[in-house]
């Protein structure tokens, strides 16, 4: 039997997000999944599937800190596993 697995990375960051490693953050989620025996099958860099009511919320918040706080939604990965 095959499953299935959605990951959708999303993160709160600091300092404008000027810190980012994009790359590091998918080979740590890769990583992470591939040593549990799941096998990536799908992989999309994707904008926000937020909510209207959570993007206010994320726009208060970085005009509230001056985009200190910055709100980042990377990618989204499927993962598959035979049991």
């Known amino acids: 039997m095959t499953r299935n697995k959605y990951y959708e990375f999303k993160k709160w960051f600091t300092f404008w997000g000027m810190f980012i490693n ?32 959570r993007w206010i919320i994320v726009i208060i918040i970085t005009l509230l800190t001056l985009g200190f706080m910055s709100y980042w939604t990377g990618f989204s990965m499927v993962f598959e596993k035979e049991d």
């Open 22 to 53: 994009q790359e590091k953050e998918v080979q740590k989620v890769l990583n992470r999944y591939n040593s549990e025996g799941w096998k990536l099958v799908q992989f999309e860099w994707n904008a926000s599937k937020l909510t209207i009511f």
